[in-house]
Nanobody, 121 residues
Framework: QVQLVESGGGLVQPGGSLRLSCVAS????????VYWYRRAPGKERELVAR????????YYADSVKGRFTVSRDNARSTVYLQMNSLTPEDTAVYYC??????????????WGRGTQVTVSS
């Protein structure tokens, strides 16, 4: 059974930092591209960052460039999202999504349940 579990969210003051983790089980993690999404109250889901499997490129939304860094440890089946210089606009539930591509199509896709990030003074 495949599981993705996010952790590391919480309440932080503006300007602060958090590091989110997404731990996967039940899959060959290195083969999957992992995405971080977020959904803020009243807003649509937003793609925040992408950690490629092999040979791909890292992606960041313009809204987080220079502040967020995505990294992965395939040996631990974990992707991290380091978030610095947080602002109230970063308040959202953050989700990780792992996708396996084949011939240009999504073959498998799995989601975690999310972790809440609240940036407030």
């Amino acid at each position: 059974q495949v599981q993705l579990v996010e952790s590391g969210g919480g309440l932080v003051q503006p300007g602060g930092s958090l590091r989110l983790s997404c731990v996967a089980s039940g899959l060959v993690f290195s083969m999957y591209t992992v995405y971080w999404y977020r959904r803020a109250p009243g807003k649509e889901r937003e793609l925040v960052a992408r950690s490629p499997s092999v040979g791909g490129t890292t992606y960041y939304a313009d809204s987080v460039k220079g502040r967020f860094t995505v990294s992965r440890d395939n040996a631990r089946s974990t992707v991290y999202l380091q978030m610095n210089s947080l602002t109230p606009e970063d308040t959202a539930v953050y989700y990780c999504n792992a996708e396996l591509m084949g011939s240009g199509f999504v073959v498998e896709s799995y989601w975690g349940r999310g972790t809440q990030v609240t940036v407030s003074s």
